[in-house]
Structures are given as structure tokens and as C-alpha cells.
């Protein structure tokens, strides 16, 4: 189990348009990911979801906080002693081009990291080319087709899933997916999303899933829990379902407002929030984030910002003073 405890994370803007401007990429951000659990993280671009994925992955500092992994927290460690922690969180990469090496096959690829696995667990050297056809075919993929071919031979969705046989040489406890199937054709990519929730269910890892689809979200983490960001901040968390059939924040009811409409099927939403302004980051804000696009912000929206609090429902949680349920998703037309 990983839980996070007032992440934050700020960055220095250079050159000249931004002015050296400091960005804050989260803003004491709390996250629990249980063993064999589904956390998905969703906003829009910029709301710090990578970042936190990066930093749950062990490729990123944070500069405040603690992550606690399996009960022992990072801080105390040095960087050599977190590293046997973080390699059991593996990243799924958003391209799986660039996430792949183009001078190695496939089973160069794979057989670097299981000799190290075999190294590590007295294994002998055939152990490791058994394992990389059987983590191959565990992907869906024929070992007999791929191992001895370049990345730029296959397709982006084979791609994807070497990244992933790839990730799981090391047997990791948990997989960090960010907007892992964004970048490969439409028609692979529900085979990918269930190839995750495949992986999840027969090995028992974690999945954390970073995404600004919420359908993807809905369908990877159905059981779990999900996350809303907004400018580095949780505006409102709790079951999957719950947050999307039920949303209380506008920020969330926005972003659910946005999907498309299967026009002649369904109809928009009858309480659908469209934000007032397009989101503008150089003015600081002393109240709520989100208030200047609001349509249903206060004074008091403006002076002070809100934190995370319980609804009717202790486990779903938001971060507004006006919190309430709206109707935003599309419904079935009406014949």
C-alpha cells in the first residue's frame, strides 16, 4: 500500500514569455492506493496528474509531504534506499515509442531487466528467455512474432503492450498507467484497458490510471476510487461510480459536462455546468481555484479556500463551500 500525505510539488518557470513565473504542480495532495486496488487520477491538462504519477513512480522529488510505502516513509530514506521501494511501482508510459528503445528487439529489451530479476532470485540464464515469452503471451502477444523485431515493426497498441511486459519483469506491486492508451489507435484501445484490468485481477497488483478521459477512468477503475485535480488540488474524491453518477463539486460537474452527446440516443444533462472563463493560472488566487470560472461561486468563495469534507456519504469527500448534487451527465432521449 502507498498513501501520500500533503504532497506538493512547485516548479520554476524560465524564459522569457512565462517571466520565470513558479508553478504549483500540487498543492498538498493526499492519496491512499490499497494493495491490489484501483486509484484513478483525472483533470484537465495541467492539473499536476502526471506530476503525481511521476512522483508515485519514484521519478520525481516532492518537495513537501510524505509518501509512505508498505508503512516505512521515503523521507527518512536516502535516494539509494527508496530505490528497492520504487521499483516495485512501475510507469506505463504515455507513448510507447519513446518509451521503448529503437536500437534493441523486443527481447533485448526484456531480457535486460529479467537478467537482473534472475541475478537477484538465483535463477539460471534460461529462466529469463521462459519468462520474457511467457510475460509476452501474458500481454497477448505471440513471443514467436515480436521477439526478434524492432519497435518500429509493430503496431502502437503491440507497442504498448511490450511496455507493459516490459513493467511487469520485476514482479511490481503496483502499475502506473498515464494516459496509457491516448497514443494508439481507437480500436486498441479498450483491448488495452482490459488488459490492465486482467493484469490487476490474476496477479493482484495495484493500479493507479492517469487520465482526462473520464469513460477510461469509469471502465479501468470501476471498483475503485477516483480523484479530481484541479490546478494541483483535490476538489473531490470517493467510489468511482459514486463521483460520476452523483458529482457535488462544479469543477467535476464541468469536466462531466463536457463529454459528447450521442445525439438522437441521449441529451445533455439537465443541469449541465459550463465554467464562466477559460482557465487563466497568472492571477494568484487567496480563495477557492476554481471561483473565478464558477457560476455558482460567493464572497466568501473568493476570500477563502475551501477544504476537502464529507458529504452525506463519509466516503465521498469535496472541497467547495455550495457543494451539490446536479444531474450533468447525458441521459436517454426521450422517443
Known amino acids: 500500500m502507498i498513501t501520500g500525505t500533503g504532497v506538493t510539488k512547485t516548479y520554476k518557470q524560465r524564459g522569457d514569455v512565462l517571466g520565470g513565473r513558479t508553478v504549483q504542480a500540487l498543492r498538498g495532495v493526499d492519496f491512499t492506493v490499497r494493495k491490489g486496488g484501483a486509484v484513478s487520477f483525472i483533470g484537465e491538462s495541467g492539473c499536476?496528474?502526471?506530476?503525481?504519477?511521476?512522483?508515485?513512480?519514484?521519478?520525481?522529488?516532492?518537495?513537501?509531504?510524505?509518501?509512505?510505502?508498505?508503512?516505512?516513509?521515503?523521507?527518512?530514506?536516502?535516494?539509494r534506499r527508496r530505490q528497492p521501494y520504487f521499483r516495485r511501482i512501475q510507469l506505463i508510459h504515455q507513448d510507447p515509442y519513446s518509451a521503448l528503445n529503437p536500437t534493441r528487439t523486443i527481447h533485448q529489451t526484456l531480457r535486460a531487466p529479467l537478467t537482473l530479476r534472475a541475478?537477484?532470485?538465483?535463477?539460471?540464464?534460461?529462466?529469463?528467455?521462459?519468462?520474457?515469452?511467457?510475460l509476452l503471451s501474458l500481454v497477448g502477444i505471440d513471443p514467436g512474432y515480436v521477439l526478434g523485431r524492432y519497435p518500429h515493426q509493430l503496431s502502437g497498441g503491440?507497442?504498448?503492450?511490450?511496455?507493459?511486459?516490459?513493467?511487469?519483469?520485476?514482479?511490481?506491486?503496483?502499475?502506473?498507467?498515464?494516459?496509457?492508451?491516448?497514443?494508439?489507435?481507437?480500436?486498441?484501445?479498450?483491448?488495452v484497458l482490459a488488459l490492465l484490468k486482467d493484469l490487476r485481477e490474476r496477479l493482484g497488483v495495484s493500479l493507479v490510471f492517469i487520465t482526462h478521459d473520464i469513460a477510461t477512468a469509469r471502465y479501468v477503475g470501476e471498483d475503485?476510487?477516483?480523484?479530481?485535480?484541479?490546478?494541483?488540488q483535490v476538489v473531490e474524491r470517493g467510489g468511482t461510480?459514486?463521483?460520476?453518477?452523483?458529482?457535488?463539486?462544479?469543477?467535476?460537474?464541468?469536466?462531466?459536462?463536457?463529454?459528447?452527446?450521442?445525439?438522437?440516443?441521449?441529451?445533455?444533462?439537465?443541469?449541465?455546468?459550463?465554467?464562466?472563463?477559460?482557465?487563466?493560472?497568472?492571477?494568484?488566487?487567496?480563495?477557492?481555484?476554481?471561483?473565478?470560472?464558477?457560476?455558482?461561486?460567493?464572497?466568501r468563495c473568493e476570500a477563502e479556500r475551501p477544504a476537502l469534507r464529507r458529504g452525506a456519504d463519509a466516503s465521498h469527500e469535496r472541497a467547495c463551500f455550495h457543494a451539490q448534487r446536479r444531474s450533468v451527465i447525458p441521459v436517454e432521449a426521450v422517443a
Open 119 to 134: 541475478r537477484q532470485t538465483r535463477r539460471s540464464d534460461a529462466w529469463v528467455d521462459d519468462r520474457a515469452e511467457e
Open 48 to 79: 499536476g496528474k502526471t506530476t503525481l504519477g511521476r512522483i508515485i513512480a519514484g521519478l520525481e522529488t516532492y518537495d513537501s509531504g510524505e509518501i509512505v510505502i508498505n508503512g516505512v516513509p521515503m523521507s527518512a530514506l536516502r535516494p
Open 224 to 232: 475503485g476510487e477516483l480523484y479530481v485535480l484541479y490546478r494541483g
Open 158 to 191: 503491440m507497442r504498448q503492450r511490450v511496455v507493459i511486459a516490459r513493467a511487469l519483469t520485476v514482479d511490481p506491486e503496483m502499475l502506473v498507467a498515464d494516459e496509457s492508451v491516448s497514443m494508439i489507435d481507437v480500436s486498441m484501445r479498450l483491448s
Open 241 to 299: 461510480e459514486q463521483v460520476i453518477s452523483a458529482p457535488e463539486h462544479p469543477y467535476t460537474q464541468s469536466l462531466l459536462s463536457a463529454i459528447p452527446v450521442l445525439h438522437g440516443l441521449e441529451q445533455p444533462g439537465p443541469e449541465r455546468v459550463v465554467p464562466t472563463e477559460a482557465l487563466d493560472e497568472r492571477h494568484p488566487d487567496a480563495g477557492c481555484l476554481f471561483a473565478r470560472r464558477c457560476p455558482f461561486r460567493t464572497e
